[in-house]
């Protein structure tokens, strides 16, 4: 392809040389460059892909997209523009040929419940017989084919490279989760979404965000992509988008008035069944994940299938097949007379959600192993203390992913919140010691929940080392079991 067919579509500030050029290959990581490629000088978080330029152009860079000018050899193609991150995810679908322009696509975005509710409409498209493609936190998918997941969200380039797989895989359908970080950073910018399901909003990312309004308004821009809107009405911001849904408004909620309800819900340890009310229909759904976040979890799922024009059985059906999703309120086989449930939860609300469905079919203590991420929103640790020590019987402080914070730095900010309540504690810094305390001290009925690492396979550490950390493996060496 042509350098100037790449151009079509975006502003240029001027160019410098041919742009007649062909580009064989598109990239934003100066190492992986070919010859014959185009080059993206984005500006991160660590790095200034401008400072990488020159080593793209000796790797056989034939074209460089830039904001600021960087002395090049004079056989390269210049183009400037006011935001390369905005040009690189318009470029690259045009690189890739619009691969997902005839595809439905179906984004989720909000703190919690993103990943479930993924997983949940999954099954019930594929319960109506069709292939889908899921891009997410835990794995990315083409059918049943697993692919990893470097984050939530893929990079553009990533993400329409993702879309053209799907589409030569004969994809009918694609549901991903929309991060707040890849609205803000322009990752999906070009995608033409079908249906964008809003969940809830509570505090996280204000690292990066610095304000919950500012984090808000990232989530917002999902919608003004969507052509049509999905939202949990019983979540205040929920509300607020509502308002300002351009497109096909779809509500749903439990409390308050919306097109989707549930009502007659039975939570059990086992999962939860409730009547689910759809516009002229209704059917008995019969839940195997616990709690009530599990329930607005799947009326989103069932709201969006619903405004594709999927049928209620089948919707039922794709519910009802999901026994759970990877690090999830995921209950492990212990064969112990207590319980261990590993879950994502990493932030107050989450941990909220998770310690009070334990709590509620809990016959002896919630025993409570968590800590809180380095290099993230320091605020909310002492939040979670304090969620933490409200709803435990016995909690254990411990590390989680310090990255390059000191971890009894990030342990010392989550105390004076737990010491708020009178839940009993014990600071133990190393994890894997943590878990051995927790289940050592474990007794007939008693649930231990090990928040934080959910379906994470490692720890990170300082200067990015990461480690193998797989809390399933743990918890089956601590228990002399060969798996669990």
Known sequence: MLLKELLREIQVSRIEGDVDKPIDAIYYDSRRVTPGSLFFCIEGFRFDGHDFAVEAVSKGAHAVVLRKDVPLSQHVTKVFVEDTRLAMALMSRIFYGYPARDIPIIGVTGTNGKTTVTYLIKSILEEEGKKVGLIGTIANMIGSK?????????????????????????????????????????????????????????????????????????????????????????????????????????????????????????????????????????????????????????????????????????????????????????????????????????????????????????????????????????????????????????????????RNEEPM???????????????????IEDRREAIAYALNHGRAGDVIILAGKGHETYQILKNNQVIHFDEREVVAELLGKEKI
């Open 146 to 402: 697993m692919l990893p997941a470097e984050r939530t969200t893929p990079e553009s380039i990533d993400l329409q490279k993702l879309f053209k797989d799907m589409q030569d895989e004969g994809v009918d359908a694609i549901v991903m989760e929309v991060s707040s970080h890849s609205l803000s950073l322009k990752r999906v910018a070009g995608v033409e979404f079908e249906v964008g399901v809003f969940t809830n909003l509570t505090q996280d990312h204000l690292d990066f965000h610095h304000t919950l309004e500012e984090y808000r308004e990232a989530k917002a821009k999902l919608f003004l992509q969507s052509r049509q809107a999905v939202i949990n009405i019983d979540d205040e911001t929920g509300r607020m988008f509502a308002e300002r849904v351009q497109g096909q408004l779809w509500t749903y909620g439990i409390s308050r008035t919306a097109q989707v309800f549930a009502r007659d819900i039975e939570i059990t340890s086992r999962g939860v069944s409730f009547q689910l009310f759809l516009p002229g229909e209704s059917s008995m759904v019969s839940l195997n994940i616990p709690g009530l976040f599990s329930v607005y979890n799947a009326l989103a799922a069932a709201t969006a299938c619903h405004a594709l024009g999927v049928p209620v059985r089948h919707i039922k059906a794709g519910l009802e097949k999901v026994k759970g999703v990877p690090g999830r309120f995921e209950l492990l086989n212990t064969g112990t007379e207590y319980s261990v449930i590993i879950d994502y939860a990493h932030t107050p609300d989450g941990l909220e959600n998770v310690l009070k469905t334990a709590r509620d079919f809990t016959k002896g203590r919630v025993i409570t192993v968590f800590g809180c991420g380095g290099d993230r929103d320091p605020s909310k640790r002492p939040i979670m203390g304090e969620v933490a020590g409200k709803y435990s019987d016995f909690c254990v402080i411990t590390s989680d992913n310090p």
């Open 409 to 427: 730095a990030i342990i010392q900010q989550i105390i004076p919140g737990i010491e708020k309540t009178t839940c009993p504690y014990v600071v």
